[in-house]
């Protein structure tokens, strides 16, 4: 069965680096998503990415943030300058086009697990 | 403003008993409704989903979920707890509409004691 892919499982960095947290969503999708899990809390909505562009996104994705599918498989989450807060989980998703299916649902990746000390 | 509500942080079933997760949500359209399930190291799973139509919904592993516009809840259920059970839960609501966000409530964390 397809399912999406995420690398690494887990990334520690030092607060001010710049990280990459990498996805690859499954083959057919067109739309791509990213969310977090700051420990303890909800499950967040970052973005969503179709046709190479942003097609929603919430608050929290900032100008820190940003995505980019740099070849056909490869759907990608920068951040620049990590901040102690920016440790969570991370999750990438992907989903048809609705003109693809009657409904549309989302699947997710295992999770990047960031910690930013 | 649009919100999932999960009331219970925890919950702890014995095997082989019933088990009901609640949700309640808030949303301005017409919501579509999820149930995800998490194990430990795994990703969000999809148990169930609603759309439309008859408001009791089966879905994978044994769980149902059944949909209330009344009362704004989509309660999941399944009548026999088994250890592998044992995970966290997640409703969401959204539209259906590829593209635009899910909003999870916090999650349910379920034990199942045998």
């Known amino acids: 069965e397809p399912e999406v892919t995420q690398t690494p499982s887990h990334q520690v960095t030092q607060m001010g680096q710049e990280v990459i947290l990498r996805c690859v969503p499954i083959?057919?999708?067109?739309?791509f998503y990213w969310y977090r899990q700051i420990l303890g809390q909800k499950v967040e909505f970052l973005v969503s990415?179709?046709?190479?562009?942003?097609?929603?996104k919430s608050e929290i994705f900032d100008d820190q943030f940003s995505v980019e599918r740099p070849d056909g498989s490869n759907f990608t989450l920068k951040i620049r300058s990590t901040k102690l807060e920016d440790s969570a989980m991370y999750f990438c998703?992907?989903?048809?086009?609705?003109?693809?299916?009657?409904?549309?649902?989302?699947?997710f990746g295992p999770g990047t697990r960031l910690t930013v000390t | 403003a649009q919100s999932v509500t999960q009331p219970d942080i925890h919950i702890t079933v014995s095997e082989g008993a019933s088990l009901e997760l609640r949700c309640n949500y808030s949303y301005g359209a017409t919501p579509y409704l999820f149930w995800y399930v998490q194990s430990p190291g795994q990703g969000l799973q999809l148990l169930l989903k609603y759309f439309s139509g008859d408001t009791l919904v089966q879905g994978i592993k044994g769980f149902e979920a059944e949909f209330k516009r009344s009362q704004s809840s989509f309660n999941l259920r399944k009548p026999s707890v088994h250890w592998s059970d044992a995970a966290e839960y997640f409703c969401?609501?959204?539209?259906?509409?590829?593209?635009?966000?899910?909003?999870f409530g916090k999650g349910t964390t379920l034990s199942v004691s045998s």
């Open positions: 083959s057919n999708h067109l739309y």
């Open positions: 969401a609501v959204g539209l259906n509409q590829a593209g635009t966000a899910l909003i």
């Open positions: 990415f179709y046709n190479n562009e942003i097609s929603e």
């Open positions: 998703a992907s989903s048809e086009a609705l003109w693809q299916t009657v409904h549309y649902e989302q699947y």
